[in-house]
């Protein structure tokens, strides 16, 4: 019960890309910054999941931030059995400016 309480107290939640939420600050240097979510889209005959979407962020000082998105995909077509592969990757970076920083790092 101890653990579950110091975790609780130690993990916060916050949002960015995939999830639909602004996070406009970056992690922090050496700090990492993992998002995961599940998403799916129907349509006319196939149903489709990304079982996680994935959002990896690594600081690099303060300011600077790298990216790294992807998603398994699972696809299922009506008379059809179950495929999957591995969904488009995306990477990249974000350069934060001081004041977005130092309110992510109070948490307002």
């Keep these: 019960m101890l653990v579950a309480a110091v975790a609780r107290v130690a993990a916060f939640g916050q949002g960015g890309p995939p999830m639909i939420t602004d996070d406009p600050g970056t992690p922090g240097d050496s700090k990492w910054e993992n998002n995961l979510a599940i998403a799916f889209e129907h349509r006319s005959g196939e149903t489709s999941y990304d079982v996680p979407a994935i959002d990896l962020n690594y600081g690099v000082g ?4 790298l990216t790294l998105q992807t998603a398994p995909v699972l696809l299922k077509r009506n008379g059809h059995g179950l495929i ?3 969904g488009g990757a995306a990477t990249g970076y974000a350069i934060g400016n001081h004041e977005q920083n130092e309110r992510y790092r109070r948490g307002d």
């Design 62 to 65: 303060e300011r600077i931030q």
């Design 84 to 86: 999957g592969g591995l």
